[in-house]
């Protein structure tokens, strides 16, 4: 999981202000993922990408967006529209290549945004 | 879509004893079933998972058992040590991305 890194690691956002959480991977990984973690809870999955130039919503994408235009790098931007954006993020990577039905995913170190 | 649940949330065990944690998931079509463990501040990291092929999982203290016809799994931890103290996260795998929907969480405390 070491090549998976997150930046910055503390971010501070004021109300109204658009932030973008850097997710990069070294590891030929064809998927990628955010996940939101407030305290006490699990994770709940944001976005996902299976290939460059493509991704789809999870369970909580509104106020959120993503782009994927390399394979190595996955930035959630967190808009103003996201009505409680103070959280724990986590970006992961997995491949979906050899046998079918499986997919270990690798977290990053996460981001944690505190809105001011 | 998928549903994931969890028990129980808070577990607190002597150590040396064994700690077991549940779930159960909604949708049979789900195949692969890891569990990640995270620790205070960290990003979580994987333990040991299960396909739906497979029954039951061994990997030296850590154990993963697999009922299908239940949808159920759970999670074994024998002779406990305080550096197994966490939270403990289950998960399943479904979809062409094979997205995982988490459980909620057990927080493990194993006291000396």
């Known amino acids: 999981d070491g090549g998976i890194t997150q930046s910055p690691k503390y971010l501070f956002r004021k109300e109204g202000q658009n932030v973008t959480l850097s997710c990069e991977q070294n590891l030929n990984h064809d998927a990628m993922y955010w996940y939101r973690q407030d305290p006490g809870q699990g994770l709940r999955l944001i976005y996902y990408s299976q290939i460059v130039n493509d991704f789809q919503k999870g369970d909580i994408a509104e106020g959120y967006s993503v782009s994927r235009e390399k394979k190595e790098s996955f930035p959630l931007t967190v808009t103003s529209a996201q009505k409680n954006p103070t959280a724990f993020y986590l970006c992961?990577?997995?491949?979906?290549?050899?046998?079918?039905?499986?997919?270990?995913?690798?977290f990053g170190p996460g981001t944690r945004l505190t809105v001011l | 879509g998928e549903n994931v649940e969890q028990h129980p949330s808070t577990l607190s065990v002597q150590e040396g004893d064994s700690a077991v944690i549940k779930c159960t998931y909604s949708d049979s079509a789900s195949n692969y079933f890891p569990w990640y463990k995270q620790e205070l501040g960290k990003r979580p990291q994987l333990i040991i998972d299960?396909?739906?092929?497979?029954g039951e999982k061994k990997d030296q203290r850590i154990a993963v058992t697999l009922n299908k016809t239940a949808k159920h799994f759970s999670l074994h931890i024998t002779e406990t040590q305080p550096e197994d103290s966490a939270v403990y996260f289950c998960?399943?795998?479904?979809?062409?991305?094979?997205?995982?929907?988490f459980g909620s969480g057990t927080q493990l405390t194993v006291l000396p």
């Open positions: 998960a399943a795998s479904l979809g062409s991305a094979r997205q995982l929907t």
């Open positions: 992961a990577s997995g491949t979906l290549q050899g046998e079918s039905s499986y997919n270990e995913q690798f």
């Open positions: 299960i396909r739906s092929n497979v």
